[in-house]
Nanobody, 116 residues
């Protein structure tokens, strides 16, 4: 059973920054992809950013240029650096791990609130 633990959420003013962390209970070196998703109240969960084992990244249009996803394989941790935060970024942020051998796992989420 893989565990993903998110941290780093909180309350921040618009224009501010936060860095989310997702610590995995397994070695992530060869994991196909890890990503961050978010879900705002009353809305569907949406992809924010994803990073592959090869280091390729993809971002939602709404966060391009403001958010950066990275991974530290030595620490089995994925990060999401969020800059220039907007009230529209307010949501619960979830870490996801997907691998054809290991399976598909989610963390319990961390709440980000951006005040105007």
């Amino acid at each position: 059973q893989v565990q993903l633990v998110e941290s780093g959420g909180g309350l921040v003013q618009a224009g501010g920054s936060l860095r989310l962390s997702c610590a995995a209970s397994i070695n992530i070196f060869s994991i196909n992809a890890m990503g961050w998703y978010r879900q705002a109240p009353g809305k569907q969960r949406e992809l924010v950013a994803i990073i592959t084992s090869g280091g390729s990244t993809n971002y939602a249009d709404s966060v391009k240029g403001r958010f950066t996803i990275s991974r530290d394989n030595a620490k089995d941790t994925v990060y999401l650096q969020m800059n220039s935060l907007k009230p529209a970024d307010t949501a619960a942020y979830y870490c996801n791990l997907v691998d054809r051998r290991v399976g598909d796992y989610w963390g319990k989420g961390t709440l980000v609130t951006v005040s105007s």
